[in-house]
């Protein structure tokens, strides 16, 4: 079976990936640092997997460490080897990844989502490895001012640090695509906003301190940790005058992925952008009352300020995916909020409860 080297794997999107990844044979070398997810994450992936396979243990391998760290990544390459399971490709989930952040800390951004990047490829290079899935983000159209939904090709206009970091490796990618004697094989999914979980709730998001995002906020609020949730504007030009976005569920994503790397092995050579979302827009209001009815819960909320930097309507068009990959959208946004939910409770019931499993270290 392939082996793919996940980078970014402990986190929230890295976990429900690897689960998908694992359920479709895949061995699968997970590299992270940890330094936005917890340890026992990756434990939570195998405990769900383990009912479906008796060899649970053996197509997972962890790494605990830096993307920055070439020296780590090429021994990885080589440890694979001599293991006789070559990775034949890469997802590249690693990075950090808040906005706010970015603006406040704008080195430590370019550092390890340029920088290391730069240093992986080069590991890709070293190791003929020319396969590679990357995590991009709708973040890069910027501002937009139209109620259509967005196409690969649509302006490229991103207004934070964070979101200039995506684009520049973006670049890079296709100038090591356009450069390159040998063929490689690149997609950069772009993803529109993932939430939800995966239905058992033994993974989800685990946001450090107060979350951002909206979802992991409504889950907070929701469980009381947080007293109300703001809603940044009631006068955009929308429908109820709150802003709409593409919400999509995070194992419709993972999927998304496993459908990406077997696009590119049918390919001798692709570069290829695609958006990855439902195509479906939602407003923030509409977002928190489905999730008071799906729940049956309370959600205190208030109307705020616009929050600088916002869209009123961000959506995919996700024409050139849904034809390209093997790939549909399966779920819908009472999933969404219903795994979400689950994982929340269960997060907060178990959060200290540790797994038995250990798991696979590479070196
Ligand atoms: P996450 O923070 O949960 O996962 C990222 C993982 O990378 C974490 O486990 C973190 O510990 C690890 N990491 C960070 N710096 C590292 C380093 N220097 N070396 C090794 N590991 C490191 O975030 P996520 O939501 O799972 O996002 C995964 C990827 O998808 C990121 O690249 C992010 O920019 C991108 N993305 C996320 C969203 C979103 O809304 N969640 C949207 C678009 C794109
Ligand atoms: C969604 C909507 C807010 C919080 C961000 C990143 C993007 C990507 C996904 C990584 C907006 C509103 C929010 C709150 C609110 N991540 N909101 N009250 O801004 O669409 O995208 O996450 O790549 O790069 O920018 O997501 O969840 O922050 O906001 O009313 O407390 O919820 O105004 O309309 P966003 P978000």
């Given at each position: ?19 998908t990844l694992l359920n479709a044979g895949f ?185 951002n995002n909206i979802f992991p906020y409504i ?145």
């Amino acid at each position: 079976m392939p082996t793919i080297f996940l980078t970014g794997g402990s986190g929230y999107i890295g976990t429900h990936t690897c689960l998908t990844l694992l359920n479709a044979g895949f061995n699968v070398i997970v590299l992270d640092s940890n330094i936005n997810s917890k340890k026992r994450a990756l434990k939570k992936v195998l405990e769900i997997y383990k009912l479906s396979s008796f060899n649970f243990k053996n197509q997972l391998f962890f790494v605990e460490g830096d993307i920055r760290n070439e020296n780590l990544i090429n021994e990885i390459f080589e440890k694979a080897k001599n293991k006789k399971m070559p990775i034949n490709a890469v997802l590249h989930l690693a990075g950090l990844k808040s906005v706010r952040e970015s603006i406040n800390n704008p080195l430590e951004y370019w550092d390890v989502n340029v920088g290391g990047s730069i240093k992986l490829f080069r590991c890709m290079i070293k190791h003929n490895c020319h396969t590679i899935v990357f995590s991009s983000s709708a973040t890069i159209y910027g501002i937009q001012e139209i109620e259509d939904s967005i196409k690969e090709d649509g302006s490229i206009n991103p207004i934070n640090p964070y979101g200039e970091n995506k684009v520049t490796i973006e670049k890079i990618l296709k100038n090591i695509f356009d450069g390159s004697k040998e063929n490689w094989r690149i997609a950069n999914l772009r993803y529109f906003n993932p939430i939800g979980a995966h239905s058992s709730g033994l993974i989800g998001e685990e946001p450090r301190g107060i979350p951002n995002n909206i979802f992991p906020y409504i889950c907070e609020v929701g469980s009381g940790r947080i007293d109300k949730l703001q809603i940044f504007g009631r006068d955009w030009p929308t429908r109820d005058g709150t802003c709409i976005r593409d919400y999509i569920h995070v194992m419709d994503l993972a999927e998304a992925h496993k459908s990406a790397l077997d696009y590119l092995n049918k390919k001798d050579s692709e570069f290829i952008n695609l958006n990855i979302g439902t195509g479906i827009g939602t407003s923030v209001l509409e977002l928190v009352k489905t999730f008071i009815k799906v729940n049956e819960c309370n959600l205190n909320y208030e109307f705020a300020e616009r929050r600088e930097g916002d869209s009123y309507h961000l959506v995919a068009n996700n024409e050139l995916a849904l034809q390209t990959l093997n790939w549909k959208p399966q779920k819908n946004l009472e999933d969404m909020c219903r795994d979400g939910w689950q994982w929340q409770k269960f997060n907060k019931e178990f959060l200290e409860n540790t797994s038995s499993i250990n798991l696979q270290k590479l070196i």
